[in-house]
């Protein structure tokens, strides 16, 4: 049931510091004024054990003066539920000394694939605690539809219409960290990375297929050894490269250091087993000018400039959604008000 709730999710791992918690007042209230929870099942947030009550409480309260988003629909979900290596004692017994380097950034990825498996939707919006939504979204726009047919993978319930997730994807990037990045993912996969390529998954958020999600995460579990889980796998192989680089880099840069990440991970695998065109299409649903990444373009940020309602022509670039990139410390009052116009667009 599309309309319904029966094929999309939301995920979002959140790790509620202050600060954190002050851009996801923004998501939510931006989700409370474009966001039409009766077409999605659920949306879940995961953060770390000692944090699910700071999360619930928080959640309870604007969820109470949010008029759009049933509280129903909203669960709080444990990191060790989906990924038990993250219990405090796991970690130490996993990477002893170096459990330090399985940072945040690191943990927010895994978390990202591993609970996918917890979804009871074909497909999941993976967003982050600083996305903020700036038109009108239904799950229904973030699916291509179709006939369906005896190749479809994922279809209605009638068997009428045939589902595939639309994600942002860009060139495939000349960035050396990206390309290493890419690169890196491949080799802990075992494989390579498909000769040809023009198109690669990129930033959150994104559209995850838990039929892509399932095979991968059995793969990877082929890969681990000694009793490891394939969780335990990606954060060794973690470890052993930080160690392997972290030799006179700058602290600024550490961060990028990585064997793999979760969208590069996915998108290999996807590719060389052929099932990434079965669930997805490539679409254009964030304007790259709607994203802030650096300080000099905090001045002349306008996100709303892109966001109509009206929808886009296919193939032309919209922006359903955009990112603060969090290192910049914009204050969450700040980023609110550069989307007052979204909201008089509403």
């Known amino acids: ?65 949010l008029r759009c988003l049933p509280s129903h629909k909203f669960r709080v979900l444990s990191d060790d539920v989906c990924v038990p290596e993250f219990h405090p004692w796991r970690l130490k017994k996993l990477a002893g000394d170096q459990a330090s380097y399985i940072d945040g ?25 600083d996305t903020v939504f700036l038109r009108s979204i239904r799950a229904m726009d973030l699916m291509h539809q179709a006939v369906c047919t005896a190749e479809s993978r994922v279809c209605d319930l009638k068997k009428k219409v045939e589902l595939r997730a639309r994600n942002d994807m860009q060139p495939q990037s000349e960035d050396p960290a990206f390309l290493t990045w890419q690169a890196a993912s491949a080799e802990t996969l075992h494989m390579e990375v498909p000769g040809g390529t023009k198109w690669h998954l990129f930033i959150t958020p994104q559209v995850l297929s838990a039929a892509v999600v399932a095979p991968l995460a059995a793969h990877l579990q082929t890969l681990a050894k000694g009793g490891d889980s394939w969780r335990a796998y990606l954060l060794r192989i973690q470890v052993e490269r930080q160690m392997e680089m972290r030799q006179d880099i700058p602290d600024e840069q550490k961060q990028g250091i990585a064997a793999w990440t979760e969208y590069d991970l996915y998108w290999v695998y996807a590719a060389v087993t052929r099932c990434f065109n079965k669930y997805h299409v490539r679409a ?12 000099e373009d905090v001045d002349r940020w306008k996100p709303c400039d892109h966001a109509e309602e009206e929808a886009p022509r296919e193939g032309q670039p919209t922006a359903l959604w955009a990112t603060v990139q969090s290192r910049l410390g914009m204050d969450a009052s700040d980023i609110w008000k550069r989307l007052e116009p979204c909201m008089q667009k509403h």
């Open 1 to 65: 049931d599309v309309e319904g709730g029966g094929a999309m999710s939301i995920l979002t791992p959140v790790f509620p510091d202050n600060a954190t918690l002050a851009l996801l007042e923004n998501q939510l209230k931006s989700a409370d004024a474009f966001l039409d929870m009766a077409t999605f099942k659920e949306w879940i947030f995961v953060t770390p054990t000692e944090q699910v009550n700071t999360l619930v409480h928080f959640l309870e309260q604007h969820l109470e003066r």
């Open 105 to 129: 950034w690191m943990k927010q990825q895994l978390l990202k694939l591993a609970c996918g498996l917890s979804v009871q939707t074909p497909y999941h919006l993976v967003t982050d605690s």
């Open 284 to 295: 254009s649903l964030a304007h790259p000018t709607a994203n802030l990444w650096e300080q």
